[in-house]
């Protein structure tokens, strides 16, 4: 198992520090989640790990060596990321078959019967330019790169942004057929997560430049309670816990509880229930920054 | 030479024989438009051979320049957010430069030869000495344009338009000038095109080395 | 992903409870093969380690073996064995939340009693 490890990872963009001190580890063999609000630093911390930005600080390594300028990391490694339809010079008319091609040429375990098989899937037409591409192909576009890469790192950045429903359902099996296939590592940003929660392992949440959570799934929903009840018997049930977002009707109140272990149960007469990881993250982060 | 370098070269080498495909077929289609214009000139063959060999001559140094300041944001970053390293690219860029350069050599260079107009030769020649050093400088405005963004953009049209219009009124201006060269300035040429192209190659090393993907 | 998997409850804990009812309705026998992690993992489209892990716990349990090279299968007596486990968690998974309902309305245990006879009949 290898291990692609950042840490302390500092990153400023003049006076604005868009990465606090971030360290994280993905294993390989495993499929991740990384979920994090517009802003809260996803895709610096992804171009970070797989050497496309310079971090401010901090060292970014694969199986101990730096991954910076080095061919065999960067040859483990795959960042497909949406794709932009302009070019400050103008639309970005290169066509999807160039643009493949491309990948081809740079990606050393490209696979092209794969590619092929995947344009067919999603019904692209190669000699069209990437200005010219509706979001759903625009995306699937990026799909296609990243999965016929077969790098054994596969980094995907808001890979649904544009799918319709049926299209995403499309793009889960295929991330679980290869991964079954092959145990290839996916880390998968992504804003719609209720969807793709069954499919992570590990979870990984950024919040404003930092990472509050680094964990199992399973794990870490094993320990989440929604707690609800009259407000004075929630706020003695929950008073030595972690408690985020509490919310009231009337003399009914809502809070979220973060464990630092599974509970047996609450003391009191409150309801307890399960909360789906969504809800978690809205949860958790909700209250931070004002910015959308 | 290691696999990523080899297909990383591999790749610039056939992106420079595009650009010089392209180069070359806007070229011919030129030559139909100076077939039509030059109808009534003394003689057609040495109109459209001067007229072919003047823009020739220009393209290498223009569109050298505009393909390497189209690259930091926009193919080369491609390559860059697929995997290759900032060395493959600035190897890779110094690969496309040369094999568009000397592409355009040799074609016209071959053209010359056809219709035994030798003469040709030095201006072909020059011009491709003064687009190696310039391609770097495209680079470095390449890099440098998304910090101080359209206004070098509008800098550099202006003077591809200046330079066109000149072209277009002066006639040959070019040639004229290149008969006379002098023993002494053909060397001067060479060193100063030499300097030009190590300082601005350096230059474009060091904005190589922190670029990212955006 | 889009089927009928709650929120609930842990995935991997609702993979092994599908397969216990499976086995409870007869619509899996014993000694017949259960679906792979890997088919369990497309269909519900989950991350095959958690289908796994729902396989593993009925492994443990002793309701499934593995036949190398082939697949999972269901023991003999795996039924009984289910059904056992099942009376057991009865108390708590179910039994509780209806006493806490009919406490909350009203109901008392007779009442309880003949409501249970009611509906059994």
């Known amino acids: 198992m290898s291990t692609l490890l950042g840490k302390n990872i500092v990153k400023k963009y003049g006076k604005d520090t868009v990465l606090k001190n971030v360290d994280v580890e993905i294993e390989t063999g495993k499929i991740y989640g990384l979920i994090g609000r517009n802003g809260a630093g996803k895709t610096t911390l992804l171009s970070i790990l797989t050497a496309q930005n310079p971090a401010t600080e901090g060292t970014i390594t694969l199986d101990g060596e730096p991954v910076w300028e080095n061919e065999k990391a960067l040859s483990h490694i795959c960042y497909s990321r949406e794709i932009s339809q302009v070019t400050m010079f103008g639309p970005n008319t290169i066509k999807v078959k160039d643009y493949l091609a491309t990948a081809k040429a740079f990606y050393a375990n490209w696979d092209e019967e794969y590619a092929k098989e995947l344009i067919e899937l999603f019904g692209i037409n190669p000699k069209k330019r990437i200005n010219k591409l509706s979001k759903g192909m625009l995306s699937a576009v990026t799909i296609i790169v990243a999965m016929a890469s077969k790098a054994d790192i596969t980094i995907l950045d808001e890979p649904v942004a544009g799918l319709d429903v049926v299209a995403r359902e499309q793009f889960y099996k295929l991330v679980i057929d290869e991964y079954a296939a092959t145990g290839r590592t996916f880390v998968i940003s992504t804003h719609i997560i209720e969807e793709a929660a069954s499919l992570f392992e590990k979870v990984i949440i950024i919040d404003d430049g930092q990472i509050i959570i680094e964990e199992n799934t399973e794990d870490l929903l094993a320990r989440a309670y929604r707690v609800s009840g009259e407000e004075t018997n929630v706020d003695a049930a929950v008073k030595d816990f972690k408690t985020y977002h509490p919310e009231s009707i009337g003399r009914n109140k809502v809070v979220t509880v973060l464990a630092d272990e599974p509970v047996d149960g609450f003391n009191g007469d409150v309801q307890v229930e399960p909360v789906p990881l969504q809800n978690l993250f809205y949860a958790m982060c909700v209250d931070g920054r004002k910015e959308a | ?214 | 992903m889009l089927d009928n998997l709650g929120e609930d409850k842990s995935i991997y804990l609702q993979i092994s409870e599908m397969i216990e009812d499976e086995i409870l309705r007869d619509i899996i026998n014993e000694e017949e093969q259960v679906p792979s992690t890997t088919e369990l993992s497309k269909f519900y489209k989950i991350n095959p380690a958690t289908a796994a892990k729902g396989i593993n716990i009925l492994v443990d349990e002793g309701i499934l073996y593995k036949k190398r090279g082939i697949g999972m299968f269901v023991q003999a007596g795996a039924k009984e064995k289910v059904m056992e486990s099942r009376k057991k968690k009865f108390k708590e998974t179910y039994l509780k939340k209806i006493i806490s309902e009919a406490e909350l309305i009203g109901l008392s245990k007779s009442d309880l009693k003949r409501l249970i006879d009611e509906t059994t009949d």
């Not at chain 2, 007229?51 to 491609?78: A, C, K, L, Q, R």
């Not at chain 2, 101080?148 to 009124?169: D, H, R």
Request: a positive charge.
């Open chain 2, 1 to 214: 030479m290691s696999s990523l370098a080899k297909r990383s070269a591999k790749y610039f080498f056939k992106e420079g024989l595009k650009t010089l495909g392209l180069v070359l077929g806007l070229e011919c289609l030129l030559i139909i438009e100076w077939l039509i214009i030059g109808s009534d000139e003394k003689s057609l063959v040495e109109y459209v051979l001067n007229m072919f060999m003047s823009v020739g001559s220009i393209f290498i140094i223009m569109m050298n320049m505009m393909y390497s300041f189209y690259g930091p944001n926009w193919y080369d970053s491609m390559a860059l957010s697929m995997g290759a390293r900032r060395k493959d690219i600035f190897v890779g860029e110094l690969i496309k430069q040369f094999t568009f350069v000397f592409g355009n050599f040799i074609a016209l260079s071959l053209v010359a030869v056809i219709f035994q107009q030798y003469k040709y030769i030095i201006l072909i020649l020059i011009s491709c000495i003064i687009a190696i050093a310039l391609g770097p400088i495209g680079l470095i405005v390449g890099h440098k344009v998304s910090k101080y963004g359209k206004v070098i953009i509008m800098i550099i049209a202006i003077i591809g338009g200046v330079f066109g219009a000149s072209l277009a009124i002066g006639g040959f201006w070019m040639k004229e000038y290149v008969t006379e060269l002098s023993g002494f300035t053909f060397p001067l040429l060479i060193v100063g095109a030499i300097a030009i192209f190590a300082l601005a190659e350096l230059w474009a090393y060091k904005l190589n080395q922190k670029s990212m993907v955006k």
